[in-house]
């Protein structure tokens, strides 16, 4: 039987390399997709959205975008730079629809009670979206089998280099730090996929070149040139692009592939440390937190996946 999946992502290169995957899973029924408009310009990230559904003959899965704008923006420059994925040659020419669609939030209820199967819900951006539909509704906690979300630094430090922050957090829970508390209060097998294991995957250059030398399909072509766009760091430095959401999406692919630990956790709402996700005994909030991945079942996973499509 096919699995049912809800997606929430939030526009960013990999963001789109994780619904390009979603995309080439045989074994998965996307039911919907919810755009949170925080590491992304909602308008180009809707377009892109729309752009590859109709790339890839899916014009009707049903679509929203949130309306919250978070606590903690994201610097502009990179909510901007995904604009450049609807200017590549395979995208630039594809017309699409601008109808306003509905909010995330009654999106999100309304498939989830839709649904004749529990739903795995992945997010690969903060969780504002699902947080304010179960505050809405909690009733839909019951039609969610788990919750596979990017977020969070356990043991290592966070990615968030900002004004009057220590460092600790990780950008999707620290736009949103009040929801990320509530969402581990809610009783949702939750399995999270933090920096702790996406610092083992970067984006790297031995893989687009081996992806580059196969059969030009759809799919890797278009892999090929999202990647392209995340290599402008310099090596090493604080901004290096990993393949964070797409990880976490591979596990819908791969769990076998993934070390998870059971830990009780706590997330700091406010202050120099808000969004840090922290070890807390007696916190109840047992969280399953992938702690590594078999890097090279995650890759040829990741490569077998895109060729094969
Ligand atoms: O913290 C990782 C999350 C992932 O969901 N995002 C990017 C991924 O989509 C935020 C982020 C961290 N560093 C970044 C980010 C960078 N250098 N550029 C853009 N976004
Ligand atoms: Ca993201």
């Known amino acids: ?34 755009i949170t408009p925080a590491d992304c310009y909602e308008e180009s990230a ?4 729309r752009k590859l ?53 009654a999106m999100i209820i309304e498939s989830l009670l839709a ?18 539909a179960i505050e809405e509704n909690p009733q839909i906690c019951s039609r969610i089998k ?29 736009w949103d730090p009040i929801s990320s508390s509530k969402l581990l209060t809610y009783d949702l097998p939750l399995i999270l996929i933090p920096l702790d294991v996406t610092n083992t995957v970067a984006v790297d250059l031995a ?3 081996r992806l580059a030398r196969q059969k030009r399909t759809l799919y890797t072509q278009l892999a090929g040139q999202f990647w392209a766009t995340t290599i402008d760091s310099i090596p090493a430095y ?23 630990e059971s830990i009780e956790l706590s997330i700091v709402a406010k202050g120099a440390s808000a969004g840090r996700i922290h070890r807390q005994a007696g916190s109840g909030q047992w969280v399953q937190v992938a702690k590594a991945v078999d890097q090279h079942a995650f890759y040829d996973y990741l490569f077998d996946q895109l060729v094969g499509v």
């Open 53 to 105: 559904l109709s790339l890839t003959n899916r014009p009707t899965i049903p679509l929203g975008v949130g309306q919250f704008h978070g606590i903690n923006a994201f610097p502009a420059h990179w909510r901007a730079k995904p604009q450049i994925l609807n200017a590549l040659p395979d995208l630039i020419t594809i017309e699409t629809e601008h109808s306003p669609v509905p909010d995330s939030k």
């Open 207 to 209: 893989f687009l070149d």
């Open 115 to 132: 649904s004749s199967q529990p739903v795995t819900v992945l997010m690969t951006g903060p969780c504002s979206n699902l947080v304010q």
């Open 146 to 174: 788990q919750v596979i979300w990017m977020g969070g630094a356990v043991d290592v430090g966070g990615n968030v280099q900002t004004y009057n922050h220590d460092g600790s957090a990780e950008w999707n829970v620290f």
């Open 238 to 260: 604080e901004y290096t692009y990993f393949m964070w959401d797409v990880l976490a999406t591979s596990y819908l692919g791969i769990p076998h592939a993934f070390t998870l």
């Open 1 to 34: 039987m096919n699995e049912s999946i809800l997606f929430d992502h939030d526009g960013s290169a990999d963001d789109f390399l994780s619904l390009l995957l979603v995309l080439s899973m045989k074994h998965v029924e996307l039911i919907g997709i919810s």
């Open 46 to 49: 809707l377009e892109t959205t």
